[in-house]
């Protein structure tokens, strides 16, 4: 079975840029969150869907960032437009309803915005 | 203000030994504590985790003592191997109410051969 799988792996963006990460879920789960993970803040939740709609937009997070679920199998993350302080490892993770809360975790996308 | 503490962001321990991974949390509320352990490159993956109706559980090599009173739990890596160096994250979350994992902000460890 595939896990979670994200793309970009790697994005090097100039400030201003939009950047759009891209993730696919483990077939069959109904639950999608996106963290962003750095050294000092850790893994920060910036937005959680279950069965596609948007519970969670991650307060602090909604300036900027968009997260969108276009159907069970695919979610984008935009960051429009892009900082030097957004540099950080993007992580999706999904998981199926009833699951006693276990989360699948992509590899992530490491973003450095110069 | 954290919600899920750990104590140490690194752990040096030697082949052989226990290392001993410690967390600490606010909410009363919180009653699944999961561990999450990440290599380089990759993303989180579960370790173990235990209810807080429990004291203690047990997988293998891997440990979480819980202390409900104290608030606090611990993970115990016994017979540390240079493999298990990584980055362990402590969370917690509440089965009422807000469904979110909190995590906290991890302790690398390296195990030194």
């Known amino acids: 079975d595939a896990g979670v799988t994200q793309t970009p792996r790697h994005e090097v963006a100039e400030k201003g840029q939009t950047i759009i990460l891209k993730c696919e879920p483990v077939s069959g789960h109904n639950d999608l969150f996106w963290y962003r993970q750095t050294k000092i803040q850790g893994l920060e939740l910036l937005s959680y869907f279950r069965s596609k709609s948007l519970m969670e937009d991650g307060g602090a997070f909604k300036d900027r960032f968009k997260a969108e679920m276009l159907n069970s199998s695919f979610s984008t993350l935009k960051i429009q437009p892009t900082e030097p302080k957004d540099s950080a490892v993007y992580l999706c993770?999904?998981?199926?309803?009833?699951?006693?809360?276990?989360?699948?975790f992509g590899e992530g996308s490491r973003l450095i915005v110069v | 203000q954290q919600q899920v503490r750990q104590s140490s962001q690194s752990l040096t321990v030697w082949e052989g030994e226990t290392a001993i991974l410690n967390c600490s949390y606010e909410?009363?509320?919180?009653?699944?504590f999961p561990w999450y352990q990440q290599f380089p490159g990759e993303g989180p993956a579960l370790l173990i985790a235990i209810r807080s109706v429990s004291d203690k559980k047990e997988d293998g090599r891997f440990t979480i003592f819980f202390n409900k009173r104290e608030k606090n739990l611990s993970l115990h890596i016994k017979d540390s191997q240079p493999g298990d160096s990584a980055t362990y994250f402590c969370?917690?979350?509440?089965?009422?109410?807000?469904?979110?994992?909190?995590f906290g902000s991890g302790t690398q460890l390296t195990v030194m051969p």
């Open positions: 993770a999904s998981t199926p309803r009833n699951s006693g809360n276990t989360l699948y």
């Open positions: 969370a917690a979350r509440a089965s009422s109410g807000s469904w979110q994992l909190i």
């Open positions: 909410n009363s509320a919180f009653d699944y």
